[in-house]
């Protein structure tokens, strides 16, 4: 009797084998059909952003995220017309940024680029803040109401704007007020979104803040001029493909 049961246990543990190379070989047959069909960037992309909006904490679900720095400069191909008027309106905000920041000489100093974001206008090293410190430079605040002319364009009253702060690794010197760069790259960007709602009448809905500390570099934590690179302010102007959202 018991020789007869292991039998039967042997049996039952046979078909699950079978079915395991079953699965596999589904799978691997999925695969090839996958890779031999072609595939519509566009519909991907937008099924990307979908499943990713799925997951926001924003109000509709979606999260604004940061993006590679993907360059569009040269405007990509398959843009639809609306898009094609948002690149080439920050286009035309970009050129005002850099002809102030050279009648200024911090065409070193603020950059002007649109990326796959938006435009990103970026203050880099102390031209906003001393080290360590937290309170707008009384020379920065001249170009604070600049840019927040800008923001109120008509073409841009749609549009959403981020404030980023950035520090790089060295360990922050007020270690009382702000014990880490986290506590200091945070209240820089809010310092900027108060800013522009007291002096300039941002609608606080469009603008938010937010600090990352030295974990979203530009340039490695290696050298001196690298980590000027990375203590910057980032005032992104989104792109409306980065949908509406506020605060829950």
């Given at each position: 009797?018991?020789?007869k049961k292991k039998?039967?246990?042997?049996?039952?543990?046979g078909w699950?084998a079978?079915?395991g190379?079953?699965?596999t070989?589904?799978?691997?047959?999925?695969?090839?059909?996958?890779?031999f069909s072609?595939?519509?960037?566009?519909?991907?992309?937008?099924v990307m952003?979908?499943?990713?909006g799925s997951?926001?904490v924003?109000?509709?679900g979606?999260?604004?995220?940061?993006?590679?720095d993907?360059?569009?400069?040269?405007?990509p191909?398959n843009?639809?017309t609306s898009?094609?008027e948002?690149v080439?309106?920050?286009?035309?905000?970009?050129?005002?940024i850099e002809?102030?920041?050279?009648?200024q000489?911090?065409?070193?100093r603020?950059?002007a680029?649109?990326?796959e974001r938006g435009?990103?206008?970026?203050?880099?090293?102390?031209?906003?803040?001393d080290?360590g410190?937290?309170?707008?430079?009384?020379?920065?605040k001249?170009?604070?109401?600049?840019?927040?002319?800008i923001l109120?364009k008509?073409?841009?009253?749609?549009?959403?704007?981020k404030?980023e702060?950035h520090?790089?690794?060295?360990?922050?010197?007020?270690?009382?007020?702000?014990?880490?760069?986290w506590e200091l790259s945070v209240?820089?960007?809010t310092?900027v979104?108060r800013?522009?709602?007291d002096?300039?009448?941002i609608?606080?809905k469009?603008?938010s803040?937010s600090?990352y500390?030295y974990?979203?570099?530009?340039a490695?934590?290696d050298?001196?001029?690298?980590?000027?690179?990375?203590r910057r302010?980032?005032i992104?102007i989104l792109?409306?493909?980065?949908?509406?959202?506020?605060?829950?």
């Amino acid at each position: 009797m018991r020789k007869k049961k292991k039998e039967e246990k042997k049996s039952t543990d046979g078909w699950m084998a079978t079915y395991g190379d079953m699965v596999t070989l589904l799978l691997c047959f999925f695969v090839l059909l996958f890779s031999f069909s072609e595939i519509d960037a566009q519909k991907f992309q937008a099924v990307m952003k979908a499943f990713q909006g799925s997951l926001g904490v924003f109000t509709g679900g979606r999260t604004i995220n940061s993006a590679p720095d993907i360059d569009m400069e040269e405007i990509p191909e398959n843009l639809e017309t609306s898009e094609l008027e948002e690149v080439e309106d920050f286009k035309r905000l970009k050129a005002l940024i850099e002809e102030y920041a050279e009648e200024q000489g911090l065409q070193d100093r603020i950059i002007a680029k649109i990326e796959e974001r938006g435009l990103i206008i970026r203050a880099l090293d102390n031209v906003f803040f001393d080290p360590g410190k937290t309170q707008i430079k009384p020379e920065a605040k001249k170009m604070l109401l600049y840019i927040g002319d800008i923001l109120k364009k008509e073409e841009l009253k749609s549009k959403h704007i981020k404030v980023e702060g950035h520090t790089d690794s060295n360990p922050t010197v007020n270690t009382a007020l702000y014990p880490t760069n986290w506590e200091l790259s945070v209240m820089r960007a809010t310092k900027v979104v108060r800013f522009l709602i007291d002096n300039k009448n941002i609608d606080s809905k469009r603008i938010s803040a937010s600090g990352y500390s030295y974990y979203r570099p530009v340039a490695p934590n290696d050298t001196s001029e690298n980590k000027a690179k990375n203590r910057r302010a980032d005032i992104i102007i989104l792109r409306s493909s980065y949908g509406k959202w506020e605060p829950n």
